[in-house]
């Protein structure tokens, strides 16, 4: 919010204030899950493994906005977990593919009913159906902001 309280207009202060509010989100409800789980990347490629289907090294270090040495690094402790297998391209042999396993799928949907339930809590006990109705008509937003970042 701005310094009277009345909410931003400008586009700085309100990517200010976004970030901010969504990084506060975010950071809680990471620190929801256990000590020794998955990195925030780790999950990441997880998701848009599951979501995606299979990609080599290289589209997902580009999809996901990292170096090609740390995907690598992000793939291979995934691989050691056994939540990815690697396989090569049937269409190109020289090109190596990466797939979420069913243990990865697990993890995933073990992480997100986590989250999932400590969300349904705050929003039932601490938010009413108008607030919650109104944030559900800000979530197209958010999402077409995260499409264009």
């Known amino acids: ?3 009277d309280s009345t909410p931003p207009e400008d ?9 901010l509010v969504v990084g506060r989100i975010a950071r809680r409800v990471r620190q929801a899950h256990s000590v020794g789980e998955l990195t925030l990347s780790e999950v990441s490629v997880l ?15 580009e999809l996901e906005r990292v170096r090609p ?7 291979a402790a995934l691989e050691e977990r056994g939540l990815v ?7 190109d042999g020289r090109r190596v593919l ?5 243990a990865g799928r697990g993890v995933l949907a073990d992480r997100r009913s986590e989250s999932v ?10 938010f009413t159906a108008s607030e919650r109705r109104r944030l559900v ?13």
């Open 1 to 3: 919010m701005g310094k």
């Open 11 to 19: 586009a700085d202060e309100v990517a200010a204030a976004l970030r």
């Open 47 to 61: 998701a848009r493994l599951d979501r995606d289907g299979a990609g080599s090294p290289g589209s997902l270090a």
């Open 69 to 75: 040495q740390a995907m690598a690094s992000t793939l």
């Open 85 to 91: 297998t690697r396989r090569q391209d049937a269409a």
């Open 98 to 102: 990466m797939a979420v396993t069913a």
């Open 117 to 126: 339930r400590l969300l349904t809590g705050v929003l039932e006990e601490e």
């Open 137 to 149: 008509a800000v979530l197209p937003l958010l999402d077409r902001l995260a499409d264009r970042l």
